[in-house]
C-alpha cells in the first residue's frame, strides 16, 4: 500500500544546478498537485494537474516546470536552483478536486545553497 | 486575493487539557473547509465541513462550521501527547481545479 511516493527525502543543489523531484502514486487519482511548505507561509500550491497530459500553474510556479505523461507520475523540475527555492516539497494527489482525501507524500527537503 | 488565517500560532498544553484552533477565511465562491494534520511529515486529512452548525467528529476531535462568520474551530478533548503536530485550515477555491489555499497552522504541544 505505497500511496504517494517521493523521491528524493533530501537534496541539497547548488545555486544553477538543476534537477527533477519525483512523485508516484499507485492509486490511479487524476488529480495531483505540487506544494511548497516555508515557515510562516502553509502550503503554497505550485502546479497541479487533473489528468494525464494536462497541466497547470499554482499559485508560485515560477522556476519550476511540470509534466504528467502517465496517471502515475507527476515530477517537478526545477531549471536553475535559486536559494529561495529552499523550501519543503510536498506531492499530493486525489480522485476527487476538492481537496478531501488528498494524500500526500512525505516530503522532500530541499537546501540549495 | 484568498485568505486564510489560523490561531495560535502556536500552543502548549498539558495532557488531558481541551484545546480550540482557530480558522478564519476570505475566499470567493467557498465550498468547504479542510483541516488537515501534519505530524513529522505529511499532512493527514482529519475533516471537512460543508454546511454551518453541523459538527464533525472524530474520537477525540471534533469541528465546527460558521459560515456567516466565516470561521471553523478545531477542538480536542482530553490532549495526548501523540496530538502534538501542526494543525492546518485549508480551503479550495475553484479555478476548475479547486486548489487549496492554507493557512500557516498551529502548532500544537501537549506535553506529559
Known sequence: NAGVTQTPKFQVLKTGQSMTLQCAQDMNHEYMSWYRQDPGMGLRLIHYSVGAGITDQGEVPNGYNVSRSTTEDFPLRLLSAAPSQTSVYFCASSYRGDGTEAFFGQGTRLTVV | ?112
Open chain 2, 1 to 112: 486575493e484568498d485568505k486564510v488565517v489560523q490561531s495560535p500560532l502556536s500552543l502548549v498544553v498539558h495532557e488531558g487539557d481541551t484545546v480550540t484552533l482557530n480558522c478564519s477565511y476570505e475566499v470567493t465562491n467557498f465550498r468547504s473547509l479542510l483541516w488537515y494534520k501534519q505530524e513529522k511529515k505529511a499532512p493527514t486529512f482529519l475533516f471537512m465541513l460543508t454546511s454551518s452548525g453541523i459538527e464533525k467528529k472524530s474520537g477525540r476531535l471534533s469541528s465546527i462550521l460558521d459560515k456567516k462568520e466565516l470561521f471553523s474551530i478545531l477542538n480536542i478533548t482530553a490532549t495526548q501527547t501523540g496530538d502534538s503536530a501542526v494543525y492546518l485550515c485549508a480551503v479550495p477555491v475553484s479555478t476548475g481545479f479547486q486548489k487549496l489555499v492554507f493557512g500557516t497552522g498551529t502548532r500544537l504541544l501537549v506535553s506529559p
